[in-house]
């Protein structure tokens, strides 16, 4: 189970800001995403975004603990 | 000290607090940036931030800055959620013994605030709305302090 936050245009995207997922690992969650919403699951291998998993930016896959929060940062538009 | 925050701030009061009781600082700078209504095209600007994740992105910035400019003190207290035109969005502070580094730490915070940060932004509009992301000035203005080491 992982809290998954999306931020930003992903939000809208996706018409959902938080949910708990069930996953094992990062790559698992990208998967079962993308296997719901292929739009977000396209938007979410874009350019430019970045996951974080309790709050540290992971690239490429991490595993995921029970109360793991994952968030999926798209670009960032600064302040 | 960083905080973000979802109500209207009085950027002359934080300037007063932050002023206050200091003996060995020569020089405070401060800016302050204001929500623009762009002539119309923005009604209301929207920021959102990742609470926690942001205040240590930036707090990563505000550490630079504290070391390559020597600062005693700094502040940023960024606005959160919808912005109408005219209010303060932004109010950086910074503390040093000589007006040179207070100025540059100003102004290096602000061009890494508006390019790095982590906030999405949307534009509300007569138009619709839209998502932002940094102009290329944004991040022209960030890249001077890369070549221009003081």
Do not use: N
Request: net charge negative; proline share 7%.
């Amino acid at each position: 189970m992982a809290r998954v936050l999306l931020f930003g245009p992903l939000r809208d995207l996706a018409g959902w800001r938080e949910r708990q997922i069930p996953s094992a690992s990062l790559a698992e969650l990208r998967s079962f995403l993308a296997a719901e919403d292929a739009d977000l699951g396209a938007a979410l291998a874009g350019p430019g975004v970045k996951a974080a998993v309790d709050q540290a930016i992971v690239l490429g896959d991490a595993p995921l603990a029970p109360a793991s929060e994952v968030a999926f940062l798209p670009p960032m538009s600064g302040g | 000290m960083i905080r973000l925050t979802e109500a209207p701030f009085d950027p002359g009061a934080l300037l007063s607090a932050f002023a206050s009781d200091r003996r060995e600082t020569g020089a405070v700078a401060t800016f302050t940036g204001i929500a623009r209504a762009e002539d119309g095209a923005t009604a209301i600007l929207e920021l959102e931030a990742y609470p926690g994740f942001t205040e240590a992105e930036i707090g990563k910035i505000a550490d630079q800055a504290r070391d390559r400019f020597g600062l005693q003190d700094l502040q940023i207290v960024h606005r959160v959620g919808k912005i109408q035109p005219g209010e303060p969005i932004v109010f950086v502070a910074t503390a040093a013994s000589h007006r040179r580094a207070a100025f540059e730490a100003c102004d290096f915070l602000m061009d890494y605030l508006k390019s790095r940060a982590p906030f999405w932004k949307k534009e509300h509009g007569p138009d619709g709305a839209r998502w932002i992301e940094p102009t290329a000035q944004d991040h022209a203005d960030r890249e001077r302090w890369a070549s221009e080491r003081t």
